[in-house]
């Protein structure tokens, strides 16, 4: 039995509108007249919330993207900058976006109107981070034989296809820039499968922050009754 439900996502910005403006015509998500901190689509977890922060990118994100898009000069127009191309080697473009935050783009004869994919974290061990995340949020935990990628798919409420734990050496070392967010209708069940709190909901905040068992950030939503 799971014990949250996937929400939606969160993007560390320095600049709310360019960062929307980009993302959104990437994706196929808008932003609504009233906020223009987040951008929407036809169901609410597909929301991506642009949370403007003072620092700014220094080291390579741990977790990023990836889209379809039907050609990557099409990526540019809109102020991508490639950084690795395609090769026979590696069937995907490694981009940036306009602040510098690392994204893939799969080059695909059918491009749906929403263009999310996947969502990669960089993981020291990508098994038992896709074992964790399936038992809380529930999805299937898959693995291909001579890869070292593990990935979760049906999820409830992820409205992306797949979720990917990707081997890295290096360590996290800062906060991540992207991350997600779940509703669950407690917070122990949740820090008692691993989960640490690393901030209780206060005057400040609406929800807990919370860190996955290899300190990816996290925030859990509780109903009323239970915050």
Not at 82 to 104: H, I, K, N, Y
Not at 173 to 191: E, F
């Amino acid at each position: 039995m799971t014990i949250a439900r996937f929400k939606d996502l969160c993007v560390d910005v320095s600049s709310a509108s360019e960062t929307a403006a980009f993302w959104g015509r990437v994706i196929g998500l808008t932003v609504p007249a009233d906020n223009p901190n987040v951008l929407v689509g036809d169901v609410p977890e597909k929301s991506i919330w642009l949370c403007k922060v003072p620092e700014p990118k220094t080291v390579k994100n741990r977790v990023h993207f990836d889209v379809i898009a039907a050609r990557i000069a099409d990526l540019e127009r809109i102020g991508a900058k490639v950084r690795v191309p395609e090769s026979a080697e590696q069937q995907w473009t490694v981009l940036s976006d306009p602040e510098g935050g690392e994204f893939c783009g799969f080059v695909r004869d059918t491009v749906p109107a929403y263009r999310l994919m996947e969502l990669i974290v960089d993981s020291a061990d990508p098994e038992g981070q896709a074992r964790w995340w399936a038992g809380v949020v529930g999805g299937d935990v898959s693995h291909r034989d001579g890869v070292g990628y593990w990935w979760l798919e049906n999820v409830p409420g992820m409205p992306f296809r797949y979720w990917v734990f990707n081997p890295v050496p290096e360590p996290k070392t800062v906060k991540n820039r992207i991350h997600w967010d779940v509703t669950a209708p407690a917070l122990q069940p949740v820090l008692e499968a691993g989960a640490t709190l690393l901030r209780p909901k206060d005057d400040g905040i609406g929800w807990q922050v919370c860190a996955d068992p290899e300190g990816n950030e996290f925030c859990v939503f509780l109903p009323p009754e239970a915050s």
